[in-house]
């Protein structure tokens, strides 16, 4: 029973939702406070493209599925809607191995950027084919800016923290 208990705690997956958790406190109180330009910074969107980027597609659309279900339930919009774009994202940010032989830190970091852009995107996108009017403005722009800056600027410690989180572990 306790060498059950053990490898539960010691899975990747428990330590993506305890770090998520944090993540989603500090998404719903300090960036939602501190919003540069009017813009939120999407952290979460970001761990979870991180996540694609160091341990591949399937990694990282599981990871984006179980971060973004988190972040429906505080969401207004319906719920899946938001684990549907981050898991996509991070399902496309996880083929940069297919593009680039071996990535370095940098181009990892510019995937985040980019691909972190590319979701915040396809965010609205997919909340007016679900029926709420009105999302895709000209505002979106200045937002896709900010979030692909703040994405490649940010990589490095989300590259980390990501590492930590979804490492393998031998356990019993």
Not at 76 to 82: D, E, N, V
């Amino acid at each position: 029973m306790s060498e059950r208990l053990l490898r539960f705690m010691a899975s990747r997956w428990t330590r993506l939702v305890l770090v998520s958790l944090l993540l989603l406190g500090l998404q719903t109180t300090v960036l939602n406070d501190m919003r540069p330009f009017e813009v939120m910074l999407p952290l979460m969107l970001l761990f979870a493209v991180a996540a694609g980027t160091i341990y591949g597609s399937e990694v990282g659309a599981i990871s984006g599925l179980i971060i973004g279900v988190m972040y429906d339930m505080v969401l207004s919009t319906p719920l899946g809607l938001a684990s549907l774009v981050f898991g996509a994202t991070a399902f496309v940010a996880g083929m940069l191995p297919y593009f680039i032989r071996e990535p370095t830190w940098w181009t990892r970091a510019l995937t985040i950027g980019v691909v972190g852009a590319l979701g915040e995107l396809a965010f609205p996108i997919a909340q007016s084919m679900v029926g709420f009017s009105g999302q895709l403005q000209p505002r979106v722009i200045v937002v896709i800016g900010l979030v692909a800056v703040a994405g490649t600027l940010g990589a490095p410690l989300l590259l980390l923290v990501c590492r930590w989180t979804l490492k393998e572990t031998l356990v019993g």
